[in-house]
């Protein structure tokens, strides 16, 4: 859901509300508590995504290597405008 584009704000927030709900009910945590770890937990998801392409390029071949050059550069970008 982290790298959904900015209009489809509203439907991340309907599906993370929902695995609140569940995350919650199943640890016995309120809402809020796994509410507020939901929400630090997104700007993780772009450290992932950037550690990912970078090992999709690294194993691209050197044809294909330009697809997925882009996506570390905006992953990290978007870890560094979610701080912001």
């Known amino acids: 859901m982290a790298?959904?584009?900015?209009?489809?704000?509203?439907?991340?927030?309907?599906?993370?509300?929902?695995y609140v709900t569940e995350l919650a009910d199943g640890f016995g945590r309120?809402?809020?508590d796994v509410g507020l770890a939901v929400v630090a937990a997104r700007p993780a998801a772009w450290v992932v995504q950037a550690l990912?392409?970078?090992?999709?390029?690294?194993?691209a071949e050197p044809v294909a290597r330009w697809q997925h050059e882009r996506?570390?550069?905006?992953?990290?970008?978007?870890?560094?405008?979610?701080?912001?």
């Open 3 to 18: 790298g959904w584009r900015a209009e489809q704000e509203q439907v991340v927030e309907v599906l993370a509300g929902g």
């Open 30 to 32: 309120t809402k809020e």
């Open 71 to 84: 996506g570390q550069p905006g992953a990290l970008r978007r870890i560094l405008a979610a701080d912001a």
């Open 52 to 59: 990912a392409y970078e090992r999709i390029t690294r194993a």
